[in-house]
Each structure stands twice: as C-alpha cells, then as structure tokens.
C-alpha cells in the first residue's frame, strides 16, 4: 500500500465590482469538494525491470547466443491511498500570486466569462476563473463540479468525451462503452456531455491520479 499525498496552495481574489462573495466560505467549500474528489483508494500496476535467467542461471542481458537484448518487466498491483490537502490565504491583486500557488479568481459576469460557470487559463497552469453569477451555487452545494473539474485541467486533466483529447492525449479519451459505467460521475466531462451535471459530477479514477503524478514529475504541472 502506498500512500500519496496531493498539496493544493491557493491564493483566493476578488475581482468583482461589488464583492459579495464570503471567501472564507467559498474556500472552505472548495476544500470539501477536493477531498471528496481527490481523496480516492485505487488499485494500480508498477511495472519494474527484472532480468532474465537462461539455462545456466546466467543473466541474459546482450544479444550473445542469439538473444536479442531487452529488458524484461515484471509487474505487481498496489493500492494507493490518496489525501488531498489544501492550503490558502486571501489576496487583492493578481501578483501576489505566488509561484507555488494557484489562483483561483471570481470575475463579473462580463466579457469572457459571460454565462460560463469559470475556466482554467491552461492545461497544467495555475489560474482559475470563476464567475461570480455562479459561485452561489458552488457555496451552497448545487455545484460539486466546477471546482474539481475546472482545477482538474490544472492538473492537466482533459474532458474524458472530447474528441480534441483523442488528438492531444488519446489516454485520457473514453470511449462510449467506457462512459457508460459506474465512471459516468466522472469530474471531466465535458459541458456538453450527458453525464455531466453539478451535482453529481465529483468522482476521478486512478488513471487521472496516475496522469497527475506523471505531469508532476514532468514539470508539466503549476505552469503559468
Ligand atoms: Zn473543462
């Protein structure tokens, strides 16, 4: 069993016109919805190198006596045990934004966020936009997914049913025989979907768990 532990700093902005929105509540809400997400048991396969024995107990490791060189692997199942943490503080500007940090900003319903629940600047990057319109609905618990969706494709998470995550990242593309099961509550459906709905929306599988901790390790993630 091995136990992981995911680390979420976030610098909370106002940016509306009239700040109505209790950030302390909305920060503790968000922190609800990540756990419940992101705090999952999953069983996952390692695979790790081994090497071969011929007749002799000798390793094989060159192409000598017609073997072709290779590695061989060997494969075992783990459990992982996730634990979401998250951490904030409250900011009045955008550069106070740290770089270990993410930002998660409330706009006006102008301009680009016009009838959008929020959107994340980038795959992999650190800001999240939420339209105040909306943030209600979060507070109150009516929407458990834009939150976890939406900082998802910070942790470069694409929606599951979108045809573009074929092109860009087909291992993270479900098919429709894959929706279609206990995971079609998942958090990365795409607006469009069926099966996406506020409320319900809030579960991730270890493969997402797994997509995270590699773009991590890869300095893919916590980008501008
Ligand atoms: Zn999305």
Redesign the pocket.
Known sequence: MTSLGLKLKVAILDRTKDKVTNLFRLASVMETQLKRSYQISYQTYINFPISKFNNHNRIINSGLDGFAYKTFFSTIKKTVNVSFFMKYRIVRNPDQKMNNEHLIQIMDNIGEMKNLYGFAHNIGGSTVSLNVSYVNNIIQGLDNNTIP??LG?TFSLL?VDDQSTLRSDSRQYWTHAKQNTKDSTNIMF?GGSKYNTDLTSTTVVGDQINLLINAYRNGKLNLN
Do not use: G, K, L
Request: aromatic share 0%.
């Open positions: 969706h939406e494709h929606h795409s």
